[in-house]
């Protein structure tokens, strides 16, 4: 029972480069996030879903894109990348319900320069 | 305004002591979900207690329990006997639920964190 898996754990880009962040998670879990961290910024929802097929934007979806054609799968696609997209990006997953916790994947460390 | 607020950006506790971490909180829902998280510098995030705006007793687990007041608008973390093990960012969250896709839905919204650092 691996959890939630991100795929990879590292990666630089250059400036206007594009690339697939894979998330994915063995729980069942209908809802799937994904979200950036920023140093004293906390965790910021950029894109979520709520089964598959389904997507919708969060607090920061701008210059992102997200599929989850699998219930396991939520892809989040970077089409341009800026430096300003540089952080720490962690995808989660939860069933419903206002106690569900959410479970987070390992975190990539996405540098663009 | 922010849903969520830590004011205190880093604290220090000395082994074996309790401490508090703050986080006051805004919503005009009457029901909501808190939840702390604790990220170590490892980097990955760990669920440790979840609150219920409708929950008449205090959430505790283990050396973890949440100092809920709802008229406060406050859900502040306790930690009791901290141990080195402790020293951490520690983020506080809040589920409101929103009908979305025919159904409900309830993102949490994250406050910035408090880093706690624990002396030997």
């Known amino acids: 029972n691996a959890g939630v898996t991100q795929t990879p754990k590292f990666r630089v880009l250059k400036t206007g480069q594009s690339m697939t962040l894979l998330c994915a998670q063995d729980?069942?879990?209908?809802?799937m996030y994904w979200y950036r961290q920023d140093p004293g910024m906390g965790l910021r929802l950029i894109h979520y879903?709520?089964?598959?097929?389904?997507?919708a934007k969060g607090e920061v979806p701008d210059g992102y894109n997200v599929s989850r054609l699998k219930k396991q799968n939520f892809l989040l696609g970077l089409e341009s990348a800026a430096p300003s997209q540089t952080s720490v990006y962690f995808c989660?997953?939860?069933?419903?319900?206002?106690?569900?916790?959410?479970?987070f994947g390992p975190g990539t460390r996405l540098t663009v320069t | 305004a922010q849903k969520i607020t830590q004011t205190q950006p880093g604290m220090f506790v000395q082994e074996k002591e309790a401490v508090t971490l703050d986080c006051t909180y805004d919503?005009?829902?009457?029901?909501?979900?808190l939840f702390w998280y604790k990220q170590p510098s490892s980097g990955e995030m760990i669920f440790l207690i979840y609150?219920?705006?409708?929950?008449?007793q205090n959430a505790t687990e283990g050396r973890y329990s949440l100092n809920f007041q709802k008229a406060r608008k406050s859900a502040n973390l306790v930690i009791s006997a901290s141990q080195l093990g402790d020293s951490a960012m520690y983020f506080c969250?809040?589920?409101?639920?929103?009908?979305?896709?025919?159904?409900?839905?309830?993102?949490?919204?994250f406050g910035k964190g408090t880093k706690l650092s624990v002396k030997p």
């Open positions: 989660a997953s939860s069933s419903p319900g206002l106690a569900r916790e959410q479970y």
């Open positions: 729980m069942n879990h209908e809802y």
């Open positions: 879903s709520v089964g598959e097929g389904t997507t």
């Open positions: 919503t005009s829902d009457q029901s909501y979900g």
């Open positions: 609150q219920g705006s409708y929950d008449e």
């Open positions: 969250a809040m589920r409101e639920i929103k009908v979305n896709y025919g159904g409900s839905q309830g993102n949490l919204i």
